[in-house]
């Protein structure tokens, strides 16, 4: 049983990955493992939605940067959704908010 | 067949059974000398001085002796190597005398060609009609086989032990080199800072892991000195790497530009050069510099952070503030980051906290649901304001032994403050 779900579908923008649960140090090596199977075109947005994510900590945010990566490898983009309160003040400690781009929920965040 | 002719009998018959226990009768009227003589143990009597008077061939076979040069000639004690002897002489002997019999006792015989033959003997005194002791009868069993097996035994548990041994001492060893690689990645003292007090802790969550958490505090000449504390994302020998290249790079850049800001951008250049893409390694951390000033007894604080937690103030009066540091980045995520710094000015009696969320994220509640958080820190903070940092730090380590095991992380945890009253050194003759 794992504490992470994780759903990929694709939107206009480019993939979308739903987060649900828990994103911690066991759970991240997943979050790599998923990572790698998306295809990501030069242009596209990864949207990285967390409506459903629970719980966060540092090894979850170091998995979040590793997609930073991954976009930014493939001359993507990438914006996280719903990030959750907590998460977010995380973020803001670490200054990742300074390099993600952050949307309200991934409606917004697949607008092209 | 021994069935008579003629006779009607079924195949467990009368007849049958008489015919099989004749024959039973045969083969041990056959054997009550043969089976003394080669019975597959050894027999022997003797006199109660043990002088041999009787003994089975199966026996003489073994020890490779004739009858004639036992018989009448040897004791008992004679067949036995020098350690069976012995222990006759003084187990054996006194027990059968005590006691009439005794069996299942292992003694060593000696074997012709100076070999000797581990065998199981039990004994028993025969008694006369008056019940006066008229000699000692006794059964020798080989007990090679069983020797071989107990020395198996005996190797396997040896060689066992000495696997255990050998896993104990790599245990050891490993966690000697684990010891000395922690102390590279922590000051075994902090420097004494004139003017100024400082403590510090350690707690690490798993006493076998090496931490990721590190501080450090080091002279940058004149009065000035710089401080540092952070914590390295992961665990283990990667994260410890990591800590090492951060805690080295920041106390050589510190010596060449002590500037808070530019000393994490070279931290930053040198983590992100090394350590990019599927495998990032970033810290956190607050790099200061303190410069004590003995004519006010004031210390001036400039500090930088990179992604790290905002230090805590402790004021002489009571008070606890955290000194904001938004928007500095993690050091060495991105090429170029962005650091946030601060300042405040340390009077008398006055703090500076620095810690990793090793402390703030500590599970608590019944459930180790809730985390401890930033405002239990700071009210935590405000309790213990005015006090030097020794006892603050006194304090922060028993609540961290506190969380028990809601605590997941390492923490570390730095304070310098100035005393309240003059410190002996540079300082007292400049207190107002």
């Known amino acids: 049983m794992s504490a992470l779900k994780i759903v990929t579908r694709d939107a206009a923008t480019g993939p979308v990955l739903e987060l649900l649960g828990e994103l911690d140090y066991a759970t991240a090596p997943e979050l790599r493992d998923v990572l790698a199977t998306v295809t990501l075109r030069p242009g596209q947005r990864l949207v990285m939605d967390l409506a459903g994510m629970e719980f966060c900590d540092s090894s979850g945010l170091t998995a979040l940067i590793i997609a930073r990566n991954h976009a930014h490898a493939a001359r993507a983009d990438i914006a996280l959704a719903a990030v959750p309160a907590r998460t977010l003040r995380l973020m803001n400690i670490a200054g990742l908010d300074q390099i993600f781009s952050l949307h309200p929920d991934s409606d917004v965040a697949t607008r092209p | ?432």
């Open chain 2, 1 to 432: 067949m021994m069935c008579r002719a003629g006779q009607q009998s079924g195949p467990y018959g009368a007849d049958d059974e008489e015919a099989a226990n004749a024959s039973f009768a045969a083969l041990l009227e056959d054997g009550a000398e043969e089976l003394y003589e080669n019975a597959p143990c050894g027999y022997l009597s003797t006199l109660l001085d043990g002088t041999v008077v009787k003994i089975n061939a199966t026996l003489l076979g073994w020890l490779g002796l004739e009858r004639e040069e036992v018989v009448g000639r040897m004791r008992f004690t004679d067949l036995l190597t020098v350690g069976g002897k012995l222990y006759h002489e003084t187990h054996f002997a006194p027990l059968l005398r005590m006691r009439g019999e005794i069996g299942g006792i292992a003694l060593e015989m000696k074997q012709a060609g100076d070999k000797r033959m581990p065998v199981l003997v039990s004994s028993a005194v025969k008694h006369g009609e008056g019940g006066q002791p008229l000699l000692i009868r006794t059964t020798v069993f080989d007990a090679r086989d069983r020797r071989a097996y107990e020395e198996e035994l005996l190797r396997a548990r040896k060689a066992a032990e000495e696997a255990r041994r050998q896993a104990e001492a790599d245990r050891a060893r490993l966690q000697q080199a684990l010891a000395v690689l922690q102390r590279s990645l922590l000051p075994d003292t902090l420097p004494a800072i004139p003017g100024m007090e400082t403590a510090a802790h350690y707690r690490t969550a798993s006493p076998d892991r090496l931490g990721g958490d590190f501080y450090d505090v080091f002279p940058l000449g004149g009065t000035r000195f710089a401080f540092f504390l952070g914590d390295v994302c992961g665990k283990g020998p990667e994260a410890a790497a990591v800590t090492s290249l951060t805690r080295y790079t920041l106390r050589a850049a510190a010596l060449h530009d002590p500037d808070p800001v530019s000393v994490l951008a070279t931290l930053n250049e040198v983590l992100h050069e090394r350590y990019t893409g599927g495998d990032p390694r970033y810290c956190t951390v607050v790099f200061g510099i303190v410069d004590p000033d003995p004519e006010s007894g004031r210390a001036a604080v400039r500090i930088a952070s990179g992604g790290h937690p905002p230090a805590l103030v402790l004021r002489a009066d009571g008070r606890a503030d955290f000194l904001p540091t938004p928007g500095g980045l993690l050091v060495g995520i991105m090429p170029a980051a962005s650091f946030a710094t601060a300042a405040t000015t340390l009077a008398p009696g006055d703090a500076l906290l620095l810690y990793t969320d090793g402390l703030t994220e500590a599970r608590t509640g019944e459930d180790r649901t809730a985390l401890y958080g930033d405002a239990a820190l700071r009210a935590f903070a405000a309790d213990h304001a005015g006090e030097p940092p020794g006892a603050v730090m006194k304090a922060l380590a028993d609540l961290l032994d506190g969380f028990g095991d809601g605590l997941d992380d390492d923490t570390a945890l730095l304070a310098l403050g100035v005393p309240s009253r003059p410190a002996p050194g540079p300082a007292t003759k400049n207190t107002p």
